[in-house]
C-alpha cells in the first residue's frame, strides 16, 4: 500500500481526461513503434490512423516435492501504457492563407475538427495484427508449462488482468486438475511515468497453487503480500512480492520492473527494494534476508543492459552464434551487479537469446537463418523528444531474468531443473507473446521437505503472525 500522501496523488492523476488530442498522443507515443487506434472517439472524426479496434486473444473457456515454475512477461500486448513518443504531424494552424497584401482584408480558414484518441484505443501494430485462437490452438504453452504444483507470474507495463484470468483457464485446462489463484491484498503497483502518460500501467503478480495442496491439507500456504513502487508519479516501478510457505519454509516470490534511467539508479533501486521487504516481512528495522526467509525468487524486467559494444557487433556475434561472448558484456556480470552477488543471489546458466528489444511486427524466430536476429531485433532507437531526439543503438539485451537465494543450510532444498531456465519465442506470428518488444522468460524449480532428523532454520515474519489471506 502507498501511504497518503501517494494516495492523493494517485487520485488526482486518475481525474485525467479520457481522450486526448491525436498530435499530443503522437507526441507521447514511442517513435520506433508502429502505433495505431482503435474505436475513434467521437463520430465526426474517423479512425486517426486508419486501425481497428483490437485485444490480445481471448479463448472463450472457461508429493515429496513441490514443482514450482516462474515466469515473467513485459507485456506490450494491446498495453496503450507502453508508449512514449512518435513523431508529431504537422500542427493545423488557426489562422492560415493570410493575405499580407492587404491587412485590413484577412482571410482566415476554417480550422478542422480537432481529432480525438480515446485513451486506451491505443494499440501496436504486432497487436493490431493478432487473430482469434483457432481450435486446438494454446498460445500459452510455449511458455507456461504444464505438470507444476505452483505458478507464480510476473507481468510488467499491462493495464488489465486479461492475462492473468487466460492463466487460471489454462492451467486447470492443461493439468486436468482444479488450481486456485491466491488472492493477494497487495499485488500490484499502478501509475503513469515517462514513455506512459495516456493511461496508467500496472507491475503485477499472481500465484495458483493445486487445490490439493493447499493449507490447511496441503503443504504450501499464503502468508501475505507486499508491494514496493518506487515512487509516486512512475508508480508502475518498482517489486510486488507474496510471501509463501512451501514445506514449512517461507519463500518470498519477488516480481520487479526497475528502472531504464541507468545502471545505478537500477543499483540503489534494488538495495532500497530488498531493504523495505526485509523490513515490512520482519517487523524491524533493518531487518536482513537470512533473518525473515528461508528462500527468495527474484524475477522479473530488471533492464539490465547490453554495454560496451555496438549494436551491428551484437548482432553479428548472435548470427554466429556466440551467445557466451555477448553475454560477457551483460550489465549484471559486471560490478553493476554486485549487489546481487554479494547478497547472495544465484543465477542458472542463460542459454537464450537476449529477450529485449523484439522489434514491432516481427516475423517467428528461425535461428536456423544465420540472419534471424536482423529481424528479431530493434537496434536504432530515437530518443524522446523532450530529449533531443537523437538517434541512439539500442543494444539486444538480457533485461528479463529469474534469481534466487536462499539460506546456505537449505539452498539444496530449492533447485532449479536442468535446462528449465528459458525465454519462450513462439513459432506461429499470431501468438499475442509476439505481440510485446520483450520475450517472457520462465525458470522451474522443484522444492523438498526438510528431512525430519533436522530443525528447520528459524525466521521470523511479522506478516505470518497476521490473519491469513485468502484465496479465490
Given amino acids: ?3 497518503s500522501v501517494a494516495g492523493a496523488a494517485y487520485e488526482s492523476l486518475v481525474d485525467l481526461p479520457q481522450q486526448l488530442p491525436e498530435e499530443l498522443v503522437e507526441e507521447l507515443l514511442e517513435v520506433d513503434d508502429v502505433w495505431a487506434t482503435g474505436t475513434p472517439s467521437n463520430d465526426r472524426c474517423g479512425d486517426p490512423r486508419g486501425g481497428s479496434s483490437a485485444s490480445p486473444p481471448q479463448r472463450d473457456v472457461p508429493g515429496t516435492r513441490t514443482r514450482v515454475s516462474n515466469t515473467s512477461a513485459d507485456t506490450g500486448a494491446g498495453a496503450a501504457a507502453k508508449s512514449s513518443e512518435a513523431p508529431a504531424a504537422a500542427a493545423p494552424a488557426t489562422a492560415k492563407n493570410i493575405s499580407s497584401a492587404n491587412p485590413s482584408n484577412v482571410r482566415v480558414s476554417p480550422s478542422p475538427p480537432l481529432r480525438m484518441v480515446a485513451r486506451g484505443s491505443l494499440q501496436r501494430k504486432s497487436t493490431l495484427s493478432l487473430r482469434a485462437v483457432r ?3 494454446e498460445p500459452l504453452r510455449q511458455w507456461v508449462l504444464p505438470g507444476y504444483d505452483v505458478y507464480v507470474i510476473t507481468l510488467q507495463e499491462t493495464i488489465s488482468d486479461s492475462v492473468f484470468h487466460a492463466i487460471t483457464l489454462f492451467l ?9 489463484r491466491l488472492q493477494a491484498a497487495e499485488d500490484r503497483i499502478s501509475g503513469l511515468g515517462d514513455g506512459a502518460w495516456t493511461q496508467f500501467k500496472s507491475t ?3 500465484a495458483w497453487v493445486r487445490e490439493d495442496y493447499m493449507h490447511p ?4 500456504e499464503l502468508i501475505a503480500s507486499k508491494a514496493v513502487p518506487l515512487s ?3 508508480g508502475s516501478k518498482g517489486a510486488v512480492s507474496v510471501l509463501l510457505k512451501l514445506w514449512g519454509q517461507h519463500t518470498c516470490f519477488l516480481g520487479c520492473h526497475m528502472p531504464a534511467s541507468s545502471a545505478e539508479d537500477r543499483v540503489r533501486a534494488r538495495v532500497w527494494i530488498l531493504g523495505r521487504l526485509c523490513e515490512w516481512y520482519g517487523g524491524v528495522a533493518n531487518a536482513t534476508l537470512d533473518a525473515v526467509f528461508h528462500h527468495v525468487i527474484w524475477m522479473g524486467d530488471f533492464n539490465f ?3 560496451q559494444i555496438a549494436a551491428a557487433a551484437a548482432v553479428k556475434l548472435l548470427e554466429d552464434g556466440q551467445l557466451a561472448e555477448l553475454l560477457q558484456h551483460d550489465e549484471c556480470f559486471s560490478s553493476e551487479g554486485r549487489d546481487l552477488r554479494q547478497a547472495g543471489f544465484k543465477e542458472a546458466p542463460i542459454t537464450f537469446p537476449p529477450t529485449y528489444k523484439k522489434a514491432d511486427g516481427r516475423p517467428p524466430a528461425d535461428v536456423r537463418d544465420p540472419r534471424w536476429p536482423e529481424r528479431e531485433y530493434q537496434t536504432k532507437y530515437t530518443v524522446k523528444w523532450y530529449k ?6 539500442r543494444i539486444p539485451s538480457w533485461t528479463d531474468r529469474v534469481f534466487t537465494w536462499s539460506l546456505p543450510e537449505l539452498r539444496s532444498l530449492l533447485r532449479v531443473q536442468h535446462g528449465m531456465y528459458y525465454a519462450a519465442m513462439p513459432r506461429e506470428s499470431s501468438n499475442f507473446l509476439n505481440a510485446s518488444d520483450h520475450s517472457p522468460v520462465a525458470c522451474c524449480m522443484e522444492c523438498f521437505p526438510l528431512d525430519p532428523f533436522y530443525s528447520m532454520p528459524p525466521v521470523f515474519s511479522i506478516a505470518a503472525c497476521a490473519p491469513q489471506q485468502g484465496s479465490s
Avoid: C, L, W
Fill in 135 to 137: 481450435q486446438g490452438e
Fill in 204 to 206: 503485477s503478480i499472481a
Fill in 388 to 393: 533531443g531526439r537523437h538517434q541512439e543503438d
Fill in 217 to 220: 491439507r496441503g503443504p504450501i
Fill in 1 to 3: 500500500m502507498v501511504d
Fill in 232 to 234: 509516486v508519479f512512475n
Fill in 305 to 307: 543492459r547490453t554495454k
Fill in 172 to 180: 486447470r485446462k492443461e493439468n486436468g486438475i482444479p488450481y486456485r
